[in-house]
């Protein structure tokens, strides 16, 4: 069967500006070949068992020439292989993208573009800027800003001045001040409002703001560098007034999230959504034990049971998938009760469409098993190492149960040290921890003997504070075992911190 190669804009970096057909053709990819300007929330959407290759380019340095990219794209398809070019912003929009399917075209090859978000309309958005506005101007002009080394710009600029548009230079940093020449020779007034927004959509943007005459002198200032976008026009004006970006409650604060790969995204999409700069790095994996026959077993004799009881998503996950190979529904338990941790746990058995009858008041092992209800035997389905403060209370309460293993948590990522500088540094000042399991799995990452005295702990819950006490982090502690929960704690912790981005104040 032949390959395919998928061109798909990755937008400006923002990962909630991926759109949803191109993130249904990075699932599916066999290889992915992607660019600098990718983001690294993007890039985690990569499948892991999907081969990646960088070709990473930048102004005036091409880690892999153009040539050489559409060779590569060329042989990873005529291997039969799904490929998806990865590129940001729009491939369309001073991509190159064209240069690259021409290449596929001459062979035969079957091709597709996804359009991207462009920076040129999305940096502008996230830094108060609309690029066209009734009472301002009627026309928008997009316009590259690179220059071939050692040569002069071919721009119009009195065509461009003659527009009354808003001007939008992409790639054209390091030729900002001979376009600002440029268009103040070609005869516009030196008071045009102008802006610079650099890494926009990201939570690092920053914008300046000036006029066409002082934007040099305030981005030299500012020490704004690539990727950064220039725009010229009256529209600029507005930017104060419609710069929503710049007051999210997390702008500009640098937070770790250690949950594992395949439940990361609903912390991390919040996070990102109030401004945060999210790190992820899942520390620890659940992996089922499969096959389980003692859960087999045991649910084959399910009226031996008065209560099931689950203490994560990934208990419920195995379940699941017992059931369904027992060709079993939820008709089967109509003699058993449903006992669930906390709410997370509780969704999970919801999405089988199954309720949970008991959900203690404190998301933990201990209450869970003081207020389980004393009508009979349990069967507990969870980690293969879970907290003994469970049957401790089944024990003290004298309810018989049977504690199967049906998942086991794996720390198998490998060591860090560019993980372990930056906690030390002081770079990574908040790290949310929703298990014990996941503080065990960053000391397992970064070293047990890592200085972690810089690093805030937010914690889901007491449990998770006990074992991240042990590593002199300062610690927090969320209201409730929830979610919510440790966005509200994030949020006012981060509130009471100062935080800066390259000796910047955010």
């Known amino acids: ?18 759109t949803l057909k191109g993130r249904a053709a990075l699932a599916g990819a066999d290889v992915v070949v992607y660019d600098r300007l990718v983001s690294p929330a993007i890039l985690a959407m990569i499948p892991p068992e999907a081969c990646t290759i960088d070709v990473g380019k930048e102004a005036s340095h091409h880690k892999v020439p153009q040539e050489q990219i559409n060779r590569i794209l060329l042989e990873e398809a005529l291997a039969g292989h799904n490929v998806v070019r990865l590129k940001g912003g729009d491939p369309f929009v001073f991509g190159r993208g064209g240069e690259e399917l021409e290449a596929l075209a001459e062979r035969g090859v079957p091709f597709e573009e996804i359009p991207g978000i462009t920076s040129a309309i999305a940096a502008p958005a996230y830094g108060g800027i609309p690029v066209t506005h009734r009472d301002y101007c009627s026309s928008v002009h997009i316009i590259t800003g690179h220059q071939r080394a050692g040569k002069p710009l071919t721009i119009d600029f009195e065509a ?3 527009t009354k548009g808003t001007l939008v230079f992409l790639m054209g940093v390091t030729a900002m001040p001979a376009i600002v020449e440029g268009l103040l020779e070609a005869g516009m007034d030196p008071d045009t409002p102008a802006a610079m927004v650099e890494n926009g959509t990201t939570s690092t943007q920053r914008r300046c703001d000036a006029t066409l005459a002082t934007l040099p002198e305030r981005a030299a200032a500012m020490g704004i560098h690539s990727p950064a976008i220039i725009l010229v026009g009256q529209v600029c004006a507005l930017a104060e007034r419609f710069c929503w970006f710049d007051h999210l409650p997390l702008r500009g604060q ?11 995204g609903a912390l991390s999409d919040r996070l990102r959504a109030l401004g945060a700069d999210v790190w992820e790095y899942p520390c620890i994996e659940t992996r089922p034990i499969w096959p389980c026959p003692a859960m087999t077993a045991a649910l084959e004799h399910l009226e031996n049971y008065r209560w099931l009881v689950f203490t994560s998503p990934a208990g ?10 027992m060709k079993k529904d939820g008709r089967y338990l109509s003699g058993v009760q449903l006992a669930a941790i906390g709410s997370g746990t509780a969704r999970a058995l919801a999405d089988m469409g199954l309720i949970a009858d008991y959900v203690p008041p404190v998301y933990d092992a201990a209450h869970l098993g003081e207020g389980l209800p004393a009508e009979g035997k349990v069967l507990i389905l969870r980690a ?22 049906v998942y086991r948590t794996v720390y198998d990522n490998p060591r860090s040290e ?3 500088a930056a906690l030390e540094a002081g770079e990574v000042p908040f790290v949310t921890f929703t298990s014990a399991s996941t ?6 990452t970064v070293g047990a003997d890592a200085d972690l005295s810089r690093v805030t702990a937010l914690c889901i819950g007491e449990q998770t504070a006990t074992e991240a006490r042990k590593h002199n982090m300062t ?5 409730q075992a929830t979610i919510d929960a440790l966005v509200e704690l994030t949020q006012d912790a981060a509130s009471s911190l100062e935080y800066t981005f390259g000796g910047v104040m955010l």
């Open 316 to 325: 419920v996950a195995a379940f699941r998938r017992t059931l369904q190979e």
């Open 1 to 18: 069967m032949g390959g395919k190669v998928t061109l798909v804009g990755a937008g400006p970096g923002d990962p909630g500006l991926l």
């Open 384 to 405: 293969e190492i879970g907290s003994p403060a469970l049957t401790a209370a089944l024990e003290s309460r004298s309810i018989p149960y049977d504690d199967i293993p």
């Open 254 to 264: 640098r937070i770790l999230v250690t949950r594992p790969r395949d439940r990361a």
């Open 160 to 162: 461009l001045v003659r």
């Open 475 to 479: 610690i927090k502690i969320a209201a």
């Open 418 to 420: 560019q993980l372990r």
């Open 439 to 444: 503080v065990k799995g960053l000391l397992a």
